[in-house]
C-alpha cells in the first residue's frame, strides 16, 4: 500500500515562508515524477511545481522564483519552499507521485491528503 503524508502547512504571512514535506511510503515501489499542487476555494486544482526523479524541475508561472521544489529519492521525500509568500497563495496543497511496482510496468498516480496553507496578516 502506497501513502503520501504531507506536512508543514499553516499560517504564513505575507513576505513570509514556508516549507511544505511529503513522505511517500510503500514496499518495492519505484518514484518518478513527484509534484505539488494547489487547490483554492472555489477553484480548479493547479499545477504548482513539479520535479523529475533525477532533479528536473517545472513551475507554474505564478510561484517562479518564489517556490523552490526539491527531493530527496533516498527517504522518498519531496519539499517544497515557499518564501515571498503572497495572500493568493491560499490553499489546499496536495503532493503527487507517480510510482511504478518494481517487477511490473504498472504505474499509478498517487495523492497526499492535501495541507491548508493560509497567507494573512
Known amino acids: 500500500q502506497v501513502q503520501l503524508v504531507e506536512s508543514g502547512g499553516g499560517l504564513g504571512q505575507p513576505g513570509g515562508s514556508l516549507r511544505l514535506s511529503c513522505s511517500a511510503s510503500?514496499?518495492?515501489?519505484?518514484?518518478?515524477?513527484m509534484g505539488w499542487y494547489r487547490q483554492a476555494p472555489g477553484k480548479q486544482r493547479e499545477l504548482v511545481a513539479t520535479?523529475?526523479?533525477?532533479?528536473?524541475?517545472n513551475y507554474a508561472d505564478s510561484v517562479k522564483g518564489r517556490f523552490t521544489i526539491s527531493r530527496d529519492n533516498a527517504k522518498k521525500m519531496v519539499y517544497l519552499q515557499m518564501n515571498s509568500l503572497k495572500p493568493e497563495d491560499t490553499a489546499v496543497y496536495y503532493c503527487?507521485?507517480?510510482?511504478?511496482?518494481?517487477?511490473?510496468?504498472?504505474?499509478?498516480?498517487?495523492w497526499g491528503q492535501g495541507t491548508q496553507v493560509t497567507v494573512s496578516s
Open positions: 520535479i523529475t526523479s533525477v532533479g528536473s524541475t
Open positions: 510503500g514496499s518495492r515501489i519505484s518514484i518518478n515524477d
Open positions: 503527487n507521485a507517480d510510482i511504478r511496482f518494481i517487477g511490473t510496468m504498472n504505474r499509478y498516480d498517487y
